[in-house]
């Protein structure tokens, strides 16, 4: 008998350290992004032990005869990755190890509280004698984990448990509801740490550079994406669900869970933690079709297998793939390309019922205008062979990537829409070093991976502060460490602390606790700072 990894795969790795006989795959060096889109746990070689169970923080992994219906797929997926990658031993990986320092001696300042941050303060809090104060402008921690994760996702939000030890630590400081660049500097920054570490994220969504895409109705996904999972920003954003059918240009997961969203049923919706708002007006949606448009072929979709698996479990909905390259090329196509296929060619093969919505994929396709007035009306786009089409559609949706957005007093690369650095070192644009500066996740090495790709970025980040911070590079004299503190209140900030954040968590779940729901956001600052005030915090 053997364990199975399944869809909801972070790929964090932590499951891979405690596997006694090594047999989970692929696992890359520290900052290596490896090219699959889960790992996998070789059916042959596990002893049935269930550590990595234990370890994993998302709950992805079954035993074989406890797999679900919807997963079972996966042990033949696991299975078939190790008949292509035969298991080869002695790879795993080590995070940092370095001796404790002298308390003072070393204090970083990280910018933003999503995965890579959360992952940076994890590592760096090891380490006895560090101390880290996290910033971040929400006021609420986590990033893209609270607000980028789909609503149906539950078990993926579970890994923020991981960060539990650091966030608890006496040595570990937040202050989120604080905007560096606005209440506080860069210099600010450095003149209170011996280095600061920038985990912001890639926030803008990339524009197709076509006429009409500015209109009402025309929108990046991560807007949507904020908008149903209560994204302060856009909580107030009105979309048009008033037609049968929306557009999705791109096809990547984040396209995916933006239809599987769409056209959920409002009672499944209700079972979620989507923004309260965003329930009440996808209950009364009249969209029936999603179409998922796609520049390139099938071969090169950006979605993972599981994600694309997952579609045929809705119910009421059909699939419908519209592409004629559905077969495997055996010397050509990898193991989860031709998953892909596979599965795309059983989709073609399900009788489509005429009441069932419908998520269209087609591929081959350009978006070259968004039609309307003072509002979206259609997509027109050009086929490969060169002959075009309308599509009508109210709602139409860019999903084709984020890039990351300058920061004030650091060196920005604009064309890669990322920060110039190397392995998490910050370069001046004559590529010398930027003491004391790194950054980790999206703004490091643009928007790829999941979840848990930030894992090894973020160590390798911290493996490079290390060794500035053992050849001298960071000593210099600093303001002491509650200077921080006194500056906020002088520049009228309203700062929400670990405790705060637990009044709110608490809150929120009290809330969902009345509707069965995991948790009800609150969506207004007002209401998270009230929440955070509260007496009622967490203890």
Known sequence: MTYVITQSCCKDA???????????????ATGEITGTEMLYIDPVTCID?????????????YYEEELPPELERFKDINSSYFEHHPLAMDSQRAGTDHPAVEQGSLRVAIVGAGPAACYAAAELTRVAGVEVNMFDRLATPFGLVRTGVAPDHQHTKA?????????????????????????????????????????????????????GEKLPGSYAAAD?????????????????????????????????????????????????????????????????EVVILARRGLREAAFSVGEFLALGYLPGVDVIVDSDELDAHDDDDDVETRMKLKIAREFTQRPVQPQNKRIVFRFMVSPVEVGGQEHAESLRVVHAGGESEVIESRLILRSIGQRGVPI???PFDDANGVVSNEHGRV???????????????????????????????????????????????LDREVAARDA????????????????????????????????????????????????????????
């Open 427 to 473: 370069l001046r644009e004559d590529g010398q070093r930027v003491p004391g500066v790194y950054v980790t996740g999206w703004i490091k090495r643009g928007p790829r991976g999941v979840i848990g790709t930030n894992r090894s970025c973020a160590e390798q980040t911290v493996q490079k502060l290390w060794e500035d911070y053992d050849s001298g590079l």
């Open 224 to 288: 949507f994406v904020g908008w149903y999972n209560g994204h302060p920003d856009h909580a107030d954003t009105t979309f048009d669900l008033s037609a049968e059918r929306a557009v999705i240009i791109g096809n990547g997961n984040v396209a995916l869970d933006v239809a599987r969203i769409l056209l959920m049923a409002p009672e499944d919706l209700a079972k979620t933690d989507i923004a309260q708002h965003a329930l009440d007006k996808l209950s009364d949606s009249a969209i029936e």
């Open 484 to 539: 921080m503190v006194g500056l906020l209140a002088e520049r009228g900030a309203e700062p929400v602390d670990w405790q705060g954040w637990r009044a709110i968590d608490a809150a929120e779940r009290e809330r969902g606790r009345e509707t069965s729901r995991p948790r009800v956001k609150f969506v207004d600052i007002a209401e998270l700072l009230s929440a955070a005030n509260s007496s009622d915090a967490a203890c």
């Open 159 to 211: 890994v923020v448990k991981l960060f539990d030890p650091a966030f608890a630590s006496p040595r570990f400081e937040c202050h989120f509801n604080v905007e560096v660049g606005k209440t506080i500097t860069h210099e600010d920054l450095l003149a209170h740490h011996h280095a600061v570490i920038y985990a912001v994220g890639a926030p803008k969504g990339r524009d197709l550079g076509i006429p």
């Open 49 to 61: 032990c269930g550590a990595c169970v234990d370890a994993c923080p998302v709950d992805a992994i």
């Open 408 to 410: 004030d007093g650091v």
């Open 14 to 28: 932590s499951c891979v350290p405690v596997c006694p006989v090594d047999c989970i795959r692929p696992v890359g």
